[in-house]
């Protein structure tokens, strides 16, 4: 086990992702607010480098009380990351796909100490 | 990572602009894992073209008028010119979350070599292909020009820069040339005047038209290809106007059924009207169209033929034997259930009968690794998905290091 060295706290916005990268593995390391998430950058489809794609909030379709469909909206809560290479969407905060439990992201611990955050690999 | 030509990863966020080593490069890591780059590797549909270079084509076009004329379109720069390009396929990147998919926008070095040559080259590096064959986005729409005589001058301006300019840059990159199928006499004219130059793999009909393929009139046609070896694909692609694909209204339905649709028309009118019996030499290939509706219309003309024989006299033995004699390439490659998926490669007898295809850089691409991380296929069967097959079909020259696998 190891620690790497990620980023100062104040140095990553909100919605922004570090890449850190030890030998082979590369790891995205995500805020959202004050919390921080750790992903390994590969693919459950096809091993595609998913931390260097868009963050996008989910899609939800409009339903009124009848049923009757009245386009899209962005939910603000659910945070994804987007693969950029066939467009999986994964949830930033669990590391699943939005349609398919079964299909997620490695994830790795974040600690910050002293103003900085670190993963252990 | 640094690749061979000194190429450092930076891992931005990827962008419509981010180089393509960059964002191929875990397939570089993939090749590697595998070691791939000891296996022969054909990817036989890519379509590295941005329209960046519609201006220099428009300068083969042969008559003088449409020539000039081009100039008139793009604010005087020649872009776009005369191409009747649908919406729908601007609808690939999924409203941005896939960034190639609306075409490499990358920055390339100042070079002699096209543009074209120079990102086939970084591809083919990453995912270690030894030859790809290049078709351009632009003409996936020609077969629905509304002016029918447009099609034989882009298809010619086209054809003629990819064997003048392109073809002669890179070795390993080949082209099957488009036919003007909608005139069968100018079809028959390109392959008379293409037959033979050094990069040509084959012919091809873009499959989005409204021809029966079994008119009388495409006959000479198909005897000419059957006669000299060559090839005959049909490359499928959308339709979003025709009155069933006008009621869907998402992208992904539209694809889902329209690239399977107009090769699924073209399929059974082929067989149907025996033009297998008819040219049983002749190489037909369906391209991009996936894997997944093979067993359906298999099973399906199987079915009908048994009780309806009266209606295909032509043919000698059941419609699916006949699709088993035909080739087909792989992507994509619908992966989601690998128990149907692996029933439908053994139904295609796809050890002998499926080719590698990439469809580099559209959003729903495929990597060598797709084919060679498949469990219920051996190593020969990889191998010759992958690459031999391609070679035997298209007589490609499988180089030195690979040819005593080839032999198996
Ligand atoms: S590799 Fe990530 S979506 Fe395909």
Known sequence: ?121 | MATDDGFKRTYPEIDDWTDSRELLANARKQAEERQLDDVFIVDIDSHISDGGNWPEIMDYVEDPVIREAASAFGDGSKRGAFLNGTNGLQWQNVWGRIPHGQGLKEAVEESELSRETILARRCMDQMGLDYQVMFPNAMLFLGMHPVPEMEVHLATAYNRWLVERVLPEDQRIKAMMYLPFNNPVEAEATVKRFLGKPGVAGFLITSSRHKPVHANEYMRLYGMLEESGQVLGFHTHLNWQNEYTSQLNRFISMHAISFVLCNLVHLTNWIINGLPERFPKLKVMWIESGVAWLPFIMQRLDHEYMMRTSEAPLLKKLPSEYMRDMFYTTQPLERTNETLLAASMEAMSAETQMLFASDWPHWDFDLPATIWDLPFLDEKAKRNILGYNAARIFDLEIPEKYRALAAE
């Open chain 1, 1 to 121: 086990m190891s620690e790497l060295f990620v980023a100062k706290v104040d140095d990553l916005a909100d919605r922004e992702r570090r890449i850190v990268v030890e030998g082979a593995l590369e790891i995205g390391v995500f805020r959202l607010g004050d919390e921080f998430f750790a992903w390994e950058s590969n693919c459950p489809h096809a091993g595609g480098p998913v931390c260097q794609g868009r963050i996008m909030n989910r899609v939800n379709e409009v339903l009124d009380d009848e049923k009757r469909a009245h386009g899209y909206e962005f939910v603000e809560a659910d945070v994804h990351i987007i693969c950029p290479w066939h467009g999986y969407e994964f949830n930033i905060r669990t590391g699943v796909h939005p349609g398919d439990a079964e299909t997620r992201l490695r994830g790795f611990p974040v600690t910050i100490r002293d103003g900085a955050v670190y993963v252990t690999v």
